[in-house]
C-alpha cells in the first residue's frame, strides 16, 4: 500500500477516534482518561512490533534514534494527547477536530522560526483561510459571554475565545512531532518500533505524573459505558498512529499532513450521530468553516 493510501487510512481512523473518545471523555477525568489511551495504544503497537518487525535493530539504533522519537512521542503523545483530550471535553469533537485541522499553519510558523521561511502572498492567504474558518466554526460560542453552556446530557461547552486554545495548543505540538520523527526514521527505519518507543517513553513519563497527582487523579470515578468507548477509541488511535508513522517513512510529511485533513470532515459528519446533535451541533456555517480551513491548510502545505 502506497503512502498516500496509509496517511488517507490514519486519517479517516483518527476521525473516527475522536468521535468515539467525545463519547468518553466526557465522563471520564482527563488524566485518567489520556493514560488509559496510552497504556491501551502502547500495547497495541507492542503487539504489533512483536509480530511484524526484528527487534535486533533496537540494539543497533544510535542514542539518538530513541532521543528524537521519545521527543515526538513527548510532543504528539504525551503533551498533544492530553490537550486533545481537555479540548474535547470542554468545546467538543467537532470543534476540536476544526482545531485540529490548523497543525499546518503551526508547521508554517514553525518553518519561519527553524528554517528563516518567511511567509509569501500565498501563505498569508491560507492563513487568512485558516483564521476564518476557525472564526466560522466557533462563531456562535465564541459570540456568549458566559463561561460554559449547558447541553443536557452532554455537560458544559465551553465558551469565549480562550476555549480554543487547548485544542489550538495540541495541534501546534502535532505540527512539531514530525520533525523529529523524520530524524529517527533516519536512523531507525522502522515506523512501527519508532512509534512504539516514542509511546512506552510517554506511558513511563505520564505514570510518573499521575503518582505526584495522588489522590487528585479519580483512578475509578467513571462508567463502564465511559471505558467501553475509551478503549475501543484507544485500539483504534494506536492502529491510526501506527498507520501515520507508516505513511511518513514511505510519504513526503506535506502528503501525510494533508491527507490526515480527511479527519474534520469524518468528525463532522459522525460525531452527531454517535454523541447526540444537541452536544455536536455541525451546522452550515460549521462545515464552511471547516471547508477554509482544510483549503487553507493545503494551501500552506503545497504551495508556500
Known sequence: MSGAMWAVAAGVGFGVFQTLNRRAVQGMDVYVATFLQLLISALVLAAAALVTENLALLGQASIWAWINFSL?????????WTLLNASQKKIGAARTGSLIGTTPLFGAV???????????????????LIVGGVYLVNYANIKRTAPARNVGGGG???TGWRSLLLGLAAALCWSISPLFIRHGLAELPSPILGVTIGITACVLGYAFVLVLRGSKTPFTSFSTDAFTFKLVAALLVGLSTWARWVALDLSSVALVLALSLVSVP??????????????????????????????G???LIFLR
Do not use: D, K, M, R
Open 72 to 80: 515526538a512521542g513527548f510532543f504528539h503523545f504525551f503533551i498533544g
Open 110 to 128: 514553525v518553518a519561519a522560526l527553524t528554517l528563516a521561511e518567511f511567509p509569501t502572498l500565498i501563505t498569508i492567504a491560507g492563513i487568512l
Open 156 to 158: 458544559a461547552i465551553a
Open 266 to 295: 469524518v468528525v463532522n459528519v459522525l460525531s452527531p450521530l454517535l454523541v447526540g446533535h444537541h452536544v455536536e451541533q455541525v451546522t452550515g456555517q460549521v462545515w464552511l468553516g471547516s471547508a477554509l480551513i482544510v483549503g
Open 297 to 299: 491548510s493545503l494551501i
